[in-house]
């Protein structure tokens, strides 16, 4: 497929992402990932950060792959990570990664900027402690 069409193809999932169309996300996405979004991402996306909104800022693509930088904003309605919630409006970033296969995405992977999130929740996350390691590689305590 070309480029243009790639870029179409992830045009429509955001928006069916954003409008919560599941028929438009089984057209989208290959099967595995629409029940996916059916049954678990929708309901969190929404549930947790009440009008969740993706943004394009842009989209690059080449061949069968597309990266699309975004912006995701809402309200943060719900317990995420552990944080009750605020009630408190964010504006996340982020990066989808896609591959695209006879008009459909095939792969979807993300990654946000979650550490900027929860400070904008005015939370903080303190990762668990880990055993201090000797130099040999054995625990120290």
């Not at 243009?4 to 069916?16: D, G, L, P, S, Y």
């Not at 438009?24 to 996405?29: D, G, N, Q, T």
């Not at 080449?62 to 605020?86: C, F, K, M, N, Y």
Request: glycine fraction near 8%; proline fraction near 5%; hydrophobic fraction near 40%.
């Amino acid at each position: 497929m070309s480029t243009e069409t790639n870029e179409a193809i992830v045009k429509r999932f955001i928006e069916a992402a954003n409008s919560r169309d599941v028929a438009r996300l089984r057209e989208i996405l290959i099967p595995e990932l629409a029940e996916r979004w059916r049954q678990s991402v929708l309901p969190w996306l929404h549930g947790t950060f009440a009008g969740h909104t993706m943004t394009i800022k842009n989209i690059i693509a080449s061949g069968d792959h597309a990266v699309v930088r975004i912006t995701t904003s809402g309200l943060h309605t719900g317990e995420w990570h552990g944080i009750p919630a605020t009630n408190k409006p964010w504006a996340n970033d982020g990066v989808y990664f896609i591959r695209i296969a006879d008009g459909r995405i095939v792969e979807l992977e993300s990654l946000f900027n979650e550490l900027d999130h929860v400070r904008q929740l005015g939370a903080t996350i303190t990762p668990p402690e880990r055993p201090r390691e000797k130099a040999d590689g054995g625990e120290m305590f």
